[in-house]
Structure formats: C-alpha cells, structure tokens
C-alpha cells in the first residue's frame, strides 16, 4: 500500500524548494506568503488573528508567532479593533503589496508547472480525494 503521507509530504517539499527561490530574500516563509495574500486579497474587511485560524487550520499560538515575525519583518500592521480594543486588526503594509505582486506570479507559474500534462478529469479527481482526505483527518481532530 502507497504511504500517502509521505508522498504528500515529498510534493510539499517540492513546492517549499520552489516557492522559496524567491521567498528567502524577503525573511518570509511559504506560510507566511500565504497570510499575506490572504490579507491582500481580503482587504475590504477587516481580518483578526482568530480569522487566519480558522482559515489556515492553525493553533492560535502558531499564528501569533507567524503574525509577529511577518509584523516585524514590515509586512503588516497589528493594530487594535476601534469597535474593541481586546482584539486585533491586522493590516497589510506597501512592503507587502510590492511582495505579493512576485509571489503572485511565481505562484501562479507554480500551479501551471504543477498540471502540466493532467487532464482536467485528472485533476477533479486527484482535488476531490485530497478533500476526503482532509475531511477524514479533521474529523478525527474534532473526535468523530
């Protein structure tokens, strides 16, 4: 039987070599690329930690790190919410739209390299087995 989690773990390292040709000058990683397009794409409402929690499937001590090296590295602001001040906003910074446009382009590079010679019915197959999978993984985290 294939190990699944080793392959999926060789294709990341795959896509962690190549995104980072470029990523390493900037001081981010590929998760911390990841925050910020997010944020710049979404930048029409206001995003706190607990929302790339959610949406990046992180523990809040995880994204607290990240949002503080991302913070210190220039790439976003952490300010407080005007509606309640116990939370927090964060806002993306021109260093970081400068740095979005080139990982923008690498990415979408990345994704054409990736399927290049897969069928569309290849790939609906292949994105419908990998939601099972995260499906499966997530409901045994929940306890199901």
């Known amino acids: 039987m294939e190990q699944i989690g080793l392959e999926l773990r060789n294709l990341m390292n795959l896509i962690v070599r190549y995104t980072h040709k470029d990523v390493n000058q900037s001081q981010l990683s590929m998760p911390h690329g990841a925050i910020i397009k997010y944020l710049i794409e979404n930048n029409q409402r206001k995003i706190h930690p607990s929302d790339l929690e959610d949406v990046f499937m992180m523990r809040k001590s995880t994204t607290s790190r990240m949002l503080k090296l991302i913070e210190q590295n220039g790439f976003i602001e952490i300010i407080p919410d005007d509606i309640d001040s116990r939370k927090k906003i964060i806002k993306v910074t021109a260093k970081s739209q400068k740095f979005f446009q080139s990982m923008n382009n690498r990415i979408m ?18 994105m419908n087995v990998l939601g099972k999978i995260k499906q499966n993984l997530l409901e045994e985290e929940r306890g199901n």
Do not use: A, G
């Not at 590079?109 to 292949?126: A, G, H």
């Open 109 to 126: 590079n990345l994704e054409r390299i990736m399927i290049k010679n897969v069928s569309n019915d290849e790939l609906q197959v292949f």
